[in-house]
């Protein structure tokens, strides 16, 4: 007999799970608390990286239902995502999204969803690199300098500061620029 395990997962600790576990009760399924994971990660973070996530996989077992309210619990990235669902798939467990109507992500209609959605991720990233590269040689042509703005006199200009007593955030205030500046150009003298 299958058991149906829930994977929960917001991004920040100001959010919470709690609508996903109404969607999943809404939905008809009765999760058991004891297999119902719920955890605070970036989607950007790899799902074979998550705590949560791998204290999942090591209580399933072949057979056991796995359900996600979207597919980006899962993960931001559509290669993670397929590749997880792969993981899962290989280990005889069935993934459901319920905002994929239901849908078994590991059955061969599942399958080509993925594979959909894997295309369409692609083209939104590819799309994205192009508009970028686009602006990019827009502003060139319009004689935009690109890149962080040289500090002309600014290594000098914080030595002074510096020999007068200031602080690295006296001097940064003062220069206007960032800390981090300040600090590379506050050891030349001793140099």
């Not at 008809?28 to 605070?40: C, K, M, N, Q, Y």
């Not at 935009?144 to 600014?154: F, I, S």
């Amino acid at each position: 007999m299958s058991r149906t395990f829930l994977y929960a997962r917001v991004s920040t600790a100001d959010q919470t799970t709690d609508n996903q576990l109404l969607e999943v009760q809404a939905a008809g399924f009765d999760v058991l608390p004891s297999r119902a994971v719920a955890e605070t990660v970036s989607g950007a973070v790899p799902s074979g990286d998550r705590p949560g996530f791998q204290r999942l996989l090591e209580r399933m077992e072949e057979g056991d239902i796995l359900l996600v309210t979207k597919l980006d619990r899962l993960g931001r990235n559509a290669m993670d995502v397929r590749s997880t669902i792969e993981l899962l798939a290989g280990r005889g467990i069935k993934v459901h999204c319920l905002a994929l109507g239901g849908a078994d992500l590991t059955s061969a209609a599942g399958k080509m969803t993925m594979q959909v959605l894997v295309a369409v991720a692609e083209f939104e990233r590819d799309l994205l690199i192009e508009r970028t590269q686009a602006g990019l040689m827009r502003a060139k042509a319009q004689g935009k300098k690109l890149g962080r703005p040289h500090a002309v006199g600014t290594r000098e200009k914080v030595q002074q500061l510096r020999a007068e007593g200031l602080s690295q955030s006296k001097v940064a205030e003062r220069l206007g620029v960032h800390v981090a500046t300040v600090k590379r150009h506050w050891a030349f003298s001793e140099a």
